[in-house]
């Protein structure tokens, strides 16, 4: 029982982190239908930028505590410049482009940005430090939860409580919702458009950067290759809750996390990719739109 709990919270781990990442890509797809291969990127870039500030505060002789808040809010803040400047540059230029422009733009930005980084930083594997404190009411459950775990999965469903009430109650939530629904109607009664899409991908980046930091305290190291495979894994996630669906993607990030979880401590490490991308082909095949996706609706 205690290796399945373990597993259990080592999946939901992973899963809270692939759910942050696939919110940016659900939220812009939602709004634009374009699939933001850039977005994994940004969360590597939000990694190198947390492990920056760490590195500065820590030889001031800040607590962890500390340098874990201030190196998050730094990587939110760079996260979201970066999202608001690759929706100026490559995507909102090709909007009303066929829709393998600005697929392409994407996946040019992607590996623009991983060239960037690899360059100005370097390609090997670099050390992040542990910035997690220790919470003392988990000793007795360290064998099945950790502290970073812990905070790991709290700041993730905190995260995602305050954006759901954002996108419910806020005027630029509804004004988000109505953008999805119909952005040329949203327009027609007033709705700054664009203003709303920027605000999605400043979103996103800043979800983005958050998972970046923490997973990086928790595993300890970074490179610049770390985006592409978050990327990937968060996107399957997104689609597998439902590309669009908000609650889709937490839901298909938490799926996504414990198959990977389960699978490498029931069978072997070798096949967690397997599994997870086997379970996609499935559920896409008995719920095209994902599991908490809608259907197209055909206009006639």
């Excluded at 919110?23 to 709004?31: D, N, Q, W």
């Excluded at 947390?50 to 340098?67: E, K, Q, R």
């Excluded at 422009?101 to 050390?127: C, E, H, K, R, W």
């Excluded at 400043?202 to 490179?223: F, K, P, T």
Aim: hydrophobic share 55%; proline share 3%; aromatic share 12%.
């Amino acid at each position: 029982m205690d290796y399945f709990l373990e597993l259990f919270f080592s999946g939901l781990t992973r899963g809270s982190i692939y759910a942050l990442i696939a919110l940016g890509y659900t939220m812009v797809y939602g709004i634009i239908e374009l699939i933001n291969f850039a977005h994994g990127e940004v969360y590597m870039i939000g990694a190198f930028v947390g492990l920056t500030v760490a590195g500065v505060l820590t030889s001031f002789g800040f607590p962890a505590t500390s340098i874990m808040v201030m190196a998050s809010m730094a990587a939110v803040v760079y996260a979201a410049a970066y999202g608001y400047t690759l929706e100026k540059i490559a995507y909102r230029p090709l909007r009303s482009a066929p829709r393998l422009s600005p697929l392409i733009s994407a996946i040019g930005m992607s590996i623009f940005l991983q060239n960037y980084v690899m360059l100005s930083q370097t390609s090997d594997f670099l050390s992040f430090p542990t910035l997690t404190p220790e919470f003392d009411f988990l000793e007795k459950y360290s064998s099945t939860i950790g502290s970073s775990d812990f905070l790991i999965i709290t700041v993730a469903a905190f995260v995602m409580i305050v954006l759901s009430l954002f996108i419910k109650f806020t005027r630029m939530g509804k004004a988000m919702r109505a953008t999805a629904q119909n952005r040329k109607m949203a327009m027609l009664v007033g709705i700054n458009v664009d203003q709303v899409i920027s605000a999605t991908f400043i979103i996103g980046s800043s979800l983005a950067a958050v998972g970046g930091v923490l997973i990086a305290s928790h595993i300890g190291q970074i490179n610049f290759f770390i985006g592409f495979i978050a990327g990937i894994k968060a996107f399957t996630a997104a689609v597998l809750g439902g590309i669009g669906s908000i609650p889709g993607a937490v839901l298909g990030g938490l799926i996504l996390g414990w198959t990977e979880s389960f699978c490498t401590g029931y069978v072997s490490s070798d096949y967690e990719d397997v599994f997870a991308f086997a379970l996609l082909v499935i559920i896409l095949i008995f719920r095209p739109s994902g599991l908490l996706g809608k259907a197209p609706v055909q206009k006639v």
